[in-house]
């Protein structure tokens, strides 16, 4: 559409010339009727050349004029592609562009409305799951609190026992004594054992009481050093996120750097985050093996989990990935700001 656009300025000037050609054409016609005489040969070339240059430059002036305007269309177009929904076309006192700014203006007001209310659906729905969470925990905690009774509080009252009785014991019989001690140590093998398998069951909780850059600083080195990774971190977070963006955005970070250990045989792995007037941009590279373009067709649930949690802020993940040539992935969310529509979008 813009090529055909563009296009317009060139036919602008072609009937601009031909009218010209035109023009020199019926006064030819003219003199030889006799209607006008022009008896001077030089004076023809005068006029033809005058009436075509008069043409193409009144032509090229209307193009150039007819240009900016859709040169305007296509750069604002070209921010909307890259996710800036707050731009808007000027007003313009040409009436023939005129509607069509005004109508980019009110689709342009729609979709961010609409974009705007994804995002707010989305951030209810992480409420709703975390509440759903907490809920959760506390069963998790109950649960604790059971096999802590169940196993390791029994062994250490065993214990207890035990090592209560070893003093009258070592009166009475001291062989016997060397086998209550074995019993201890056995006793205290089984609870360190027992315990050890209740910790692994449970799962950090880094966002807790920390903002997303101060759980980053401190979990983003810790993984890569445990995974043999030499890691790279750069923050630029103007303020503080909303609490959906940051659990979103830690999770899908989490996603990746499973993702890259797992599958992607990188030593050198680069985070970036960056908040921006119009969005918040999240950049993951690292050096391992890539994959092709058929993969991503296909799809992993890794990546299509990270894609989910972006749209649901109303975001999209972008994945760019070779063979051999490493994997990075942009992921872009939006950012809305409460303000109320002109009058001139809404008419």
């Given amino acids: 559409m813009l090529r055909n656009l563009r296009s317009t300025k060139w036919e602008l000037l072609f009937y601009f010339l031909l009218t010209g050609s035109m023009a020199a054409a019926a006064l030819f016609v003219l003199n030889s009727s006799g209607y006008i005489q022009i008896t001077n040969p030089h004076m023809w070339v005068y006029y033809?050349?005058?009436i075509v240059a008069f043409s193409i430059i009144i032509g090229y002036l209307a193009g150039q004029r007819i240009q900016r305007r859709i040169d305007v269309?296509?750069?604002?177009?070209?921010?909307?592609?890259?996710?800036?929904?707050?731009?808007?076309?000027?007003?313009?006192?040409?009436?023939t562009f005129a509607g069509v700014y005004l109508e980019f203006n009110t689709m342009m007001a729609a979709v961010e409305k609409k974009m705007q209310l994804l995002q707010q659906l989305g951030e209810q729905e992480v409420i709703e799951k975390e509440q759903a969470s907490e809920k959760a925990v506390l069963e998790e905690r109950r649960r604790l609190a059971r096999d802590l009774h169940d196993t390791v509080s029994q062994q250490l009252f065993a214990i207890h026992m035990a090592a209560s009785s070893l003093p009258k014991v070592l009166e009475i019989n001291k062989e016997q004594a060397s086998a209550v001690?074995?019993?201890?140590?056995?006793?205290?093998?089984?609870?360190?054992k027992q315990m050890r398998a209740l910790i692994a069951q449970l799962r950090p909780m880094e966002l807790v009481d920390k903002t997303l850059s101060e759980a980053l600083d401190q979990w983003f080195p810790d993984y890569?050093?445990?995974?043999?990774?030499k890691g790279m971190k750069e923050l630029e977070i103007?303020?503080?996120l909303s609490?959906?963006?940051?659990?979103q955005l830690f999770?899908?970070?989490?996603?990746?750097?499973a993702n890259i250990v797992k599958h992607a045989g990188a030593n050198l792995v680069s985070l970036s985050l960056r908040e921006g007037p119009r969005q918040v941009v999240l950049s993951i590279s690292d050096d391992g093996q890539g994959f092709s373009s058929n993969y991503q067709r296909q799809g992993s649930y890794g990546l299509m989990t990270m894609r989910e949690r972006a749209e649901k802020l109303g975001g999209h993940v972008e994945v760019i990935s070779?063979?051999?040539?490493?994997?990075?992935?942009?992921?872009?969310?939006?950012?809305?700001?409460?303000?109320?529509?002109?009058?001139?979008?809404?008419r």
Avoid at 73 to 95: C, F, T, W, Y
Avoid at 251 to 257: D, K, N, T, V, Y
Avoid at 325 to 346: L, N
């Fill in 251 to 257: 999770l899908i970070i989490q996603e990746a750097m």
């Fill in 181 to 192: 001690m074995e019993q201890l140590i056995q006793m205290s093998q089984i609870a360190q």
């Fill in 73 to 95: 269309l296509h750069l604002n177009m070209l921010q909307v592609a890259k996710g800036n929904l707050h731009v808007r076309m000027p007003s313009i006192p040409d009436p």
């Fill in 238 to 240: 103007q303020g503080q």
């Fill in 322 to 346: 070779k063979p051999g040539a490493g994997t990075t992935i942009r992921v872009h969310i939006p950012k809305f700001e409460e303000r109320e529509e002109s009058d001139e979008y809404e």
């Fill in 243 to 247: 609490d959906a963006k940051e659990h």
């Fill in 224 to 229: 890569c050093r445990q995974n043999n990774l």
């Fill in 48 to 50: 033809v050349v005058g």
